[in-house]
């Protein structure tokens, strides 16, 4: 089944420990992203990459890093993670061009940084 | 890419049709509009899009005006499990960028 997968789907964790979220794909696809989501500010993108070891800072990068060693996997680190790190987290990948274009989206982790 | 104007929220009886209008005036010729729906804090679902002709697949239907200026999203017998925000993006074939979504119109489906 075509898919992509994050874990942990759920992450409490203190201030200033480093963490990963991982995500990966199984569908070849080029290109893959991170969003969060936050009540009342909706889906925002964090990085995004366009193939394997590029990857660009989306509209709030700040205070993550991403890699992209290989093209299924995605990984999103918080090197010091903070409160208002606390969100919903979706990882999507992207298939196609033009008319076959569709995003696709991960089944979230929901992260609480205290 | 074009900004959509969706109502906030909608009620709809199970079993009937839900249409869910979506305003994109300012839309241009090489824009898709897309349809994805989040049911409560889970990734977004794509249902459909289409550029200028009405589409249909198994989940829903795409009806795009003539002058593409709005669309309607259309879920012919709707369920309980169809209760989900429903977002209408509009997106530039060949864009680097990602979809942009608003605040979408939070449909229920009423037993």
């Known amino acids: 089944e075509a898919q992509v997968t994050q874990n942990p789907r759920y992450l409490i964790t203190v201030t200033g420990k480093k963490l990963t979220v991982t995500c990966s794909q199984n569908?070849?696809?080029?290109?893959m992203s991170w969003y969060r989501q936050d009540p009342g500010l909706g889906l925002r993108q964090i990085y995004y990459?366009?193939?394997?070891?590029?990857?660009d800072k989306g509209d709030v990068p700040e205070g993550y890093k991403v890699s992209r060693k290989e093209k299924r996997n995605f990984p999103l680190i918080l090197e010091s993670p903070s409160p208002n790190q606390t969100s919903l987290y979706f990882c999507?990948?992207?298939?196609?061009?033009?008319?076959?274009?569709?995003?696709?989206f991960g089944p979230g982790t929901r992260l609480t940084v205290t | 890419d074009a900004k959509t104007t969706q109502p906030p929220s909608m009620d709809c009886a199970e079993g009937r049709a839900a249409n869910l209008p979506c305003n994109h005036s300012?839309?241009?010729?090489?824009?898709?509009v897309y349809w994805y729906r989040q049911i409560h804090s889970q990734g977004p679902q794509y249902i459909i899009h289409?550029?200028?002709n009405n589409e249909t697949n198994e989940m829903a239907s795409l009806i795009i005006t003539e002058d593409r200026k709005s669309s309607t999203l259309i879920l012919p017998h709707a369920t309980l499990r169809d209760t989900a925000v429903y977002y209408c993006?509009?997106?530039?074939?060949?864009?680097?960028?990602?979809?942009?979504f608003g605040s979408g119109t939070q449909l229920t489906v009423l037993p």
């Open positions: 999507a990948s992207t298939s196609g061009t033009g008319a076959l274009w569709k995003q696709y």
């Open positions: 569908m070849n696809h080029e290109y």
């Open positions: 990459s366009m193939n394997v070891e590029v990857t």
């Open positions: 300012t839309i241009s010729g090489n824009e898709y």
């Open positions: 289409g550029l200028k």
């Open positions: 993006i509009v997106r530039a074939s060949g864009s680097a960028r990602q979809l942009t």
